[in-house]
């Protein structure tokens, strides 16, 4: 599976942006999806998953509320809805895939098989 993240870009703080990442291959559907970001001097942490119907959805808690996570099966697209865009939301973002053998968006971040390059958001104060 091969991943292309974009829709990052500078917004402002309150503001929105949707980040999408589009998969090669047929088998998308067999994959649960995650967003992972990583600031400067920070360690990648998680931000969302969602499972491989998209039935299960989970996020962290710094974004509960703020941030959607969905998917399209047909388009092999996973998204990830931002809105009231935080300065500490800065990072790049990453999205990344795990055979879901579960049908679960629970799996711990060093399970996640394929990852994509990464975008970039900017939130300015």
């Known amino acids: 599976v091969q991943l292309q993240a974009s829709g990052g870009g500078l917004v402002q703080a309150g503001g929105s942006l949707r980040l999408s990442c589009a998969a090669s291959g047929r088998t998308f559907s067999s994959y649960a999806m995650g967003w992972f970001r990583q600031a400067p001097g920070k360690e990648r942490e998680f931000v969302a998953a969602?499972?491989?119907?998209?039935?299960?959805?989970f996020y962290a808690d710094s974004v509960k509320g703020r941030f959607t996570i969905s998917r399209d099966n047909a388009k092999n697209t996973v998204y990830l809805q931002m809105t009231s865009l935080k300065p500490e939301d800065t990072a790049v973002y990453y999205c990344?895939?795990?055979?879901?053998?579960?049908?679960?968006?629970?799996?711990?971040?060093?399970?996640?098989?394929?990852w994509g390059q990464g975008t970039l958001v900017t939130v300015s104060s």
């Open positions: 990344a895939a795990v055979r879901d053998l579960f049908d679960s968006s629970r799996y711990p971040q060093n399970a996640y098989d394929y």
């Open positions: 969602i499972s491989r119907g998209g039935t299960s959805t």
